[in-house]
């Protein structure tokens, strides 16, 4: 898995064949999240995968409001109650540049949600998306 660092201009096209996806939460496509590690609170951000459409990859892009060490894990949930693990990695990342988080089912199950777990300092935030490509 390689993580790809881009500025903000080369980040913000979205390739044809794919799609934003929306936080099941909010039903936003960019969620801002600050890490609480004393409380171990707001780790957890999941994006519902629409039903009825099949999907080939996936790509996180998440920018960080500061330079430090992310732990990012992102697993994928199937409707048999099953979770697959897709990523799991410590990202080194930069203020102020975006990164893409490629990724692919490990199975070939379709998932309908999928969980990003972030952790790091405590008060270190970003923004994080998600598209579905086909």
Do not use: W
Request: aromatic share 8%; charged share 20%; net charge positive.
């Amino acid at each position: 898995m390689t993580v790809v660092a881009q500025t903000n201009q080369q980040s913000e096209q979205i390739p044809k064949n794919c799609q934003e996806l929306k936080e099941i939460t909010t039903n936003q496509t960019h969620i801002r999240k600050k890490i609480d590690s004393v409380g171990r609170k707001n780790y957890n951000a999941d994006f519902a995968v629409p039903a009825g459409e099949k999907f080939t990859s996936f790509k996180a892009v998440m920018l960080p409001e500061n330079d430090a060490t992310y732990g990012v894990t992102i697993n994928l949930k199937y409707g048999d109650q099953s979770v697959s693990t897709a990523l799991q990695k410590n990202v080194q990342m930069k203020r102020g540049e975006t990164y893409t988080l490629p990724f692919q089912s490990s199975t070939e199950k379709q998932p309908y949600q999928v969980n990003f777990n972030i952790s790091g300092a405590n008060n270190n935030a970003y923004t994080i998306s998600l598209m579905a490509c086909k």
